[in-house]
């Protein structure tokens, strides 16, 4: 079993609609969590951290965790073509000061 | 404020060749990062630094792969010698650790091709 699990896609939607990602992750003591998105030929950049139960918003982006459920997801409301990228989940076990990064889902925003 | 530069941007190189990677993370940024990824990857931590010290060295092939920071700022990585499966993207990256929050800045990485 992979440490950060993702769907690698690509996932399809209509300019307008929301796009749902989702990730998982098999350390439990696992602390932090982020997203980052990477378009084709860059690096990856950050657009949200987590580390609560729950949902945080950031603009368009909201970010939600469960814990218990070792689930962490990112919901792009109103998705526009300039969306379209990579989208990185990378996990921070507890203390370790290292991410470990899922394989990232595939993001197309189509008009 | 002058983000991760590396360099450098493109290196093609035959098998069994030495090849360096040069790093120079954001001011102050004393968490220094080195990463691989792969095409269709996510990024692997191969190495991190605090200040000039190696924390995290497990996931760095030591056989071929070597890496210093000196003066706590710059880096270098270095493959020697190089194999077909190097063909890669090595990031690096940086950080100032806060707690929980510890945001990683990115590089543009430097694009690896062994023939």
């Known amino acids: 079993q992979k440490e950060v699990e993702q769907n690698s896609g690509p996932l399809s939607v209509p300019e307008g609609a929301i796009a749902s990602l989702n990730c998982t992750y098999s350390d439990r003591g696992s602390q932090s969590f982020f997203w980052y998105r990477q378009y084709s030929g860059k690096s990856p950049e950050l657009i949200m951290f987590i580390y609560s139960n729950g949902d945080k918003e950031d603009g368009r982006f909201t970010a939600q965790l469960n814990k218990a459920s070792q689930y962490v997801s990112l919901l792009i409301r109103d998705s526009q073509p300039s969306d379209s990228a990579t989208y990185l989940c990378a996990v921070s076990p507890s203390n370790t000061g290292k991410l470990i990064f899922g394989q990232g889902t595939t993001l197309q925003v189509k008009p | 404020e002058a983000g991760v530069v590396q360099s450098p941007r493109y290196k093609i190189i035959e098998k069994k060749q030495p090849v360096a990677f040069w790093c120079n993370p954001i001011s102050g940024h004393n968490t220094l990062y080195w990463y691989r990824q792969n095409l269709g990857q996510g990024p692997e931590l191969l190495i991190r630094y605090e200040n000039e010290e190696a924390v995290d060295d497990s996931q760095l092939p030591k056989d071929r792969f070597s890496a210093e920071r000196l003066k706590g700022v710059d880096s270098t990585l270095k493959i020697q010698p190089a194999e077909l499966g190097d063909s890669a993207v090595y990031l690096c990256?940086?950080?100032?650790?806060?707690?929980?929050?510890?945001?990683?800045?990115f590089g543009p990485g430097t694009r690896l091709t062994v023939l």
């Open positions: 990256a940086s950080s100032y650790p806060t707690g929980y929050y510890n945001e990683q800045f």
